[in-house]
């Protein structure tokens, strides 16, 4: 099975501060990297597909980029509602398995 | 109204079995393939199972031992999650999700509400 780590866990940003999160694929999984946001007591929203194309309606202050078994996933000039948990996922070959999150607090 | 929701959570005791329902609408349902995905109370996301959308391939995660099942009935537009031998590391809430392709890659880009699993005694 492909492990997938994001790092870090948590982190904690100003309002229309940067963030970057990571993800490691345990193996190459080309390009096949999503990206979700889950806010509290919701349900996951896709944010990124392959990688780098956003989802429609997501706002272009996020960004994803990699390939093989590095990604990221930027936030430029965080708003309230980016105040959330992350998660990354590969599709490349089931089982589909997620990231262990990443959590942005605001400072 | 393009849609999923979950039903058939609840309180069920160690051992038992459930089945959780995933009712889609707004869509041609009969097109896509589906997932489970559930989250443990204060826990990441854990990716369950996935069903093809003519339902002849089923993948699952090795965690769940077999004990799972996912199917579903095209003409209802509904996929299922059975569940048994049930035990309290599968008290969780259950989420159901649709799979869009993009050229090769997959995506899960509807989700429904969750429906809530609590297996005690």
Known sequence: DIQMTQSPSSLSASIRGRVTITCRASQNIRTNLNWYQQQSGKAPKLLVYAASTLQSGVPPRFSGSGSGTDFTLTISAL???DFATYYC????TAPYSFGQGTKVEIK | QVQLVETGGGVVQPGMSLRLSCAATGFAFNTYSMHWVRQAPGKGLEWLALITYDG?????????RGRFTISRANPKKIVYLDMSRLTAEDTAVYYCAREERFRSVYYLDLWGQGSLVTVSS
């Open chain 1, 79 to 81: 708003q309230p509602d």
């Open chain 2, 56 to 64: 002849k391939e089923k993948f699952y995660s090795e965690s769940l």
């Open chain 1, 89 to 92: 996922q590969q599709s490349y």
